[in-house]
T-cell receptor
Framework: EDQVTQSPEALRLQEGESSSLNCSYT??????LFWYRQDPGKGPEFLFT???AGEEKEKERLKATLTKKESFLHITAPKPEDSATYLC????????????FGRGTSLIVHP | NAGVMQNPRHLVRRRGQEARLRCSPM?????VYWYRQLPEEGLKFMVY????????ESGMPKERFSAEFPKEGPSILRIQQVVRGDSAAYFC??????????????FGEGSRLTVL
């Protein structure tokens, strides 16, 4: 069974204080790993797709990296508007390719 | 707005009533996924549909829950005889990708069901 574990569950940062979120996964064969951002009362918004170990993607203050067992979402010099829940999901190579989501990391950035 | 449209956004039902949640995918998308989200929990997969076909319903309870995606019109998630435990946010997502091709999902804003 595919498993996705995100840590920490919650993270509080001061504005400008860089940090990383972790997503550990167990899957029979990885077809894709996805990062989403979810604001309160909203649906998840797609951020990145990573396909293979060593791959990196960047968008503004966010950078996602991938190894064979985990992915990191690095947040550089965060701003209060980066406050949200960040979700990680994996899509396996077998079955019907349903994305499995982790529980997310709730990030709060204080001004 | 060319995004995924869900309605109603909020729905209140009494125990024993029926709830119908609708989802119109993004234009050009023929793959629809339904997920349920409880407070402090992640998104739990329920059902994956293509037009007129249920591809995977392994996450959907066998009783009281059903889903469809007709040739014309939105996808519908139907919950019969609702119980308090059905209270949750239900998200619909769509994708243009064919089965087996990795791809991101595009989510709607969700339908929040409250059972009294």
């Amino acid at each position: 069974e595919d498993q996705v574990t995100q840590s920490p569950e919650a993270l509080r940062l001061q504005e400008g204080e860089s940090s990383s979120l972790n997503c550990s996964y167990t899957v029979s064969g990885l077809r894709g790993l996805f990062w989403y951002r979810q604001d309160p009362g909203k649906g998840p918004e797609f951020l990145f797709t990573l396909y293979s170990a060593g791959e990196e993607k960047e968008k503004e203050r966010l950078k996602a990296t991938l190894t064979k067992k985990e992915s990191f979402l690095h947040i550089t010099a965060p701003k209060p508007e980066d406050s949200a829940t960040y979700l990680c999901a994996v899509q396996a190579s077998g079955g019907s390719y349903i994305p499995t989501f982790g529980r997310g990391t709730s990030l709060i950035v204080h001004p | 707005n060319a995004g995924v449209m869900q309605n109603p956004r909020h729905l209140v039902r009494r125990r024993g009533q029926e709830a119908r949640l609708r989802c119109s995918p993004m234009k050009g998308h023929s793959h629809v996924y339904w997920y349920r989200q409880l407070p402090e929990e992640g998104l739990k997969f329920m059902v994956y549909l293509q037009k007129e076909n249920i591809i995977d319903e392994s996450g959907m309870p066998k009783e009281r829950f059903s889903a469809e995606f007709p040739k014309e019109g939105p996808s519908i998630l139907r919950i019969q005889q609702v119980v308090r435990g059905d209270s949750a946010a239900y998200f619909c997502a769509s994708s243009p990708k064919a089965t087996g091709t990795p791809g991101e999902l595009f989510f709607g804003e969700g339908s929040r069901l409250t059972v009294l």
